[in-house]
């Protein structure tokens, strides 16, 4: 879903920097030093895991591909300030390195890719994983849900942003129905991939996903006893 | 978290280098919505676009499978490298303990 140059005008481009500008400076401020030593190396390893499953295109309707956002993997694993820290690293390297997104559209991928996965990836999971209690399936099905609801909220972003800031040549509602049925397909991928990694940190090292702090104390006696052994 | 880190890295450089072949060179789904209503054509070239990495491939190499698995690989590095900072700023500082 990374925009490319052209399709969002200046101003509406320019607003989108601002907000996540503002976004990234909360986000600074929120998580520094505020991971402990030991699952800290988690940041950078979101940001490194996110890169690379971005790469892989899935096919989702003829002639479609969809690929993860991660925005929401990114906050059950690290929490919401870190996570956005780490969606940030991924979508400015891949404008500036990978000409992947536009560098006058940053602001508005990191706005729909980062600020808009993360935030209602992690408010969607906090809410649906207290409503099934903190077990690892909870915790799954929790991520499932989350990640599901990410995608179609992104692709309202776009969509809002080309209603405002966009060439006026296209009927609007177009746009809405094209972008929100596609991208719910893609979802169901971004549910997939979510689920599968939240499930397989869970069952190796359940320490160090930032959703599931109910099962940490019960996860951190389990490691130790197989040490001690 | 050393044996952890080697583990998520290799993952993650298997994909990017490797699987990453076999992704769907479809369009994702906004460029695929550009297409059908008509507004792709106002897609600018991206000032990176004559970036050595463009497009998750190595500029003059034409083995698109050593190209995208040397560019997939070079992003794992750079993510890497970038994110040890973001590991360094987040981390407790350890008297703070």
Do not use: C
């Amino acid at each position: 879903m990374h925009i490319p140059d052209g399709f969002i005008n200046v101003p509406v481009s320019a607003a989108a920097v601002a907000v996540s500008g503002v976004a990234i400076g909360v986000a600074l401020k929120k998580s520094r030093g505020s991971m402990e030593q030991e699952v800290a190396p988690m940041a950078g390893l979101t940001a490194v895991f996110i890169f690379a499953v971005q790469m892989l295109n899935f096919p989702v309707a003829a002639g479609t591909s969809g690929h993860l956002l991660g925005g929401a993997l990114a906050a059950i694993l690290v929490g919401p300030w870190v996570a956005l820290l780490s969606m940030t690293v991924v979508l400015a390297l891949q404008a500036f390195i990978f000409a992947d997104g536009g560098l006058s559209a940053i602001g508005l991928n990191i706005l729909n890719m980062g600020v808009i996965t993360v935030v209602a990836g992690w408010l969607v999971f906090s809410l649906v994983s207290k409503l099934l209690g903190k077990n690892k399936r909870g915790i799954v099905v929790a991520s499932a849900i989350a990640a599901f609801i990410s995608v179609p909220l992104s692709a309202l972003g776009f969509v809002m942003e080309y209603a405002v800031g966009g060439s006026g040549i296209i009927d609007i509602s177009k746009v809405l129905g094209a972008m929100i049925s596609v991208h719910l397909l893609i979802g169901i991928g971004e549910a997939v991939i979510t689920a599968l990694t939240v499930g397989a940190v869970l069952s190796t090292r359940a320490d160090l996903v930032a959703g599931a702090k109910g099962l940490r104390e019960k996860s951190n006696l389990h490691i130790k006893n197989v040490e001690l052994k | 978290m050393k044996k952890y880190t080697v583990a998520i890295l290799l993952i993650s450089g298997v994909l990017a280098g490797g699987v990453s072949y076999f992704a769907s060179s479809h369009p994702d789904g906004l460029n695929k919505v550009a297409i059908d209503l008509g507004f792709a054509e106002q897609e600018k070239e991206s000032a990176t676009s004559g970036s050595a990495l463009a497009g998750y491939q190595i500029a003059g190499i034409d083995n698109e499978l050593i190209s995208g698995a040397l560019a997939g690989i070079s992003g794992i590095a750079a993510t890497g490298l970038v994110g040890t900072g973001l590991y360094l700023y987040v981390r407790k500082p350890k008297s703070g303990a």
